[in-house]
Structure formats: C-alpha cells, structure tokens
C-alpha cells in the first residue's frame, strides 16, 4: 500500500494516457481539487471508453506527486467491482488529468435528493455493495476517512462504487489509529473528541449512509454543522471510552 517512498515517486511518473487521445465532453462537477467532465478515451486494448477525467490544475511550487496524492496511489492498486476504476492519467505542465470509470447516474448524494423513497430491492442493493466494497478497503489496510453518499457513485445499471481516496491512509498490522478527517456529517463521535479514528469509523460513516438509503434524507436535517457534536445523539466519554445515549436521542 501507499507509503511515503511511494508518494516521493509519483514526481517521477510519465503520462499513461496521451491526452491527445481523450475527448472531453459534458462538464459534470467542480470539487475543491479541480473540474471533472465526461470524455471518451480512445484505449489502443478497449476501444472507445466513456470515461470520467479529473483535470486539476497545478499550482506554484507544487509538484506531480502533490497533484496526484492519493487518488491515484490506492486507486491504481484496487481492484473491486465496488470501488471506482482507474484507467490512467495525463500529465503536462500546467495540470494532470485522472482517468477513471464514467458512473453515469452520478453521486447517490445526488441521486437521494430528488427522491422520497428507494425501492427494498435498490436499498438491499446498495447497502450490500457499499458494505463489500468497504470490507475489500479494510482486508487491504486501507482506512478510507471519508465514507459518505457523495463518494459513492452510481453506474448506468445501477452499481455502487466507492470514489476519492484523497484522505485515505493505509493501516498496517502496527498502527491501528491514524488522525481524524473527513466530512462533520458522516464523522463517527470518536473523531469530534480523540482525533484519532481506527477502522471501525469508516463502518460508522457506512451507518449513516444506511440511514440515508432508508430515508433520502441529508444527515442532521436542519442541524449547523457547528451544532452537529453537541446535539448529536451519541456522546463519547473520553474517560470512560465508552459510547452513551444523551438525553435527547428519543426526540
């Protein structure tokens, strides 16, 4: 898995993909690392591929390899039919493109929104995948940090993957915390007051997304994010280390 040698050689990495060979279509999100578009990629092996291209335009000072990050160091090493592929990526001067699997429907997050209830067979569906494709995570050391509906995506027959590996970190055998990160919604309580998160956080983060298959509903409606630890319905006794019902979890 990923390792600080690892990262260091991402500097020295050649484009896999010519760019020459990429068509970019629809524009279909803007997210805090660079633009992603539909495109179709003219593989030599497989033909003409949808896919998805993440282009992210490089800063001063800023390396290939802080470009890059994570997104391609787990990605080009997992391979499960519920984690997102990767195809390759572009490099040039000024950005980098990531090539990986087009998931036509979008975001479940995305998806949610418009809807007032899923099909049992649809919630089964996706509740299993998710589940599958954390546990392959956790089988590979891998703590994903950032489990919620908007990083899993969904194909055009309907199949759940795991995406954005930005934050991941690899456990091994002799560490089993790493620093707290990831999205206040989806934080298990655990994160709020140690900073600290083992693998058992990415299973409470796949809970709430449970919850939000079963209801179509953002996490803590109506709740700031600032007033999410305080109002939540679990409290983390720092020292008893133990998980407690507050007062208000019956409301």
Known sequence: MPNAMATNNLDKLQSTINESDLTYGEFIDRGGSGDVYCARWNSETLGQVEVAAKKIFRRRGQS??????????????????????????????NYVVIVTEYAAKGSLYNYLKDKDSLPRRLKSKWAIQAARGIKFLQENNVLHRDIKSPNFLITADDNLKICDFGIAKDLSSTKTTVASKGTTKWLAPEAFTELKVSPTADIFSYGIVLWELETCQEPYPGILKR???????????????????????NK
């Open 64 to 93: 290939i390899g802080d470009l890059l990050g994570n997104e391609v160091l787990y990605l080009q090493k997992l391979d499960h039919p519920n984690i997102i592929k990767y195809y390759g990526h572009v490099i040039t001067e």
């Open 227 to 249: 007033d999410i630890y305080i109002q939540a319905y679990f409290v983390y006794d720092t020292r008893e280390g133990v998980l407690t019902f507050s007062d208000d979890t």
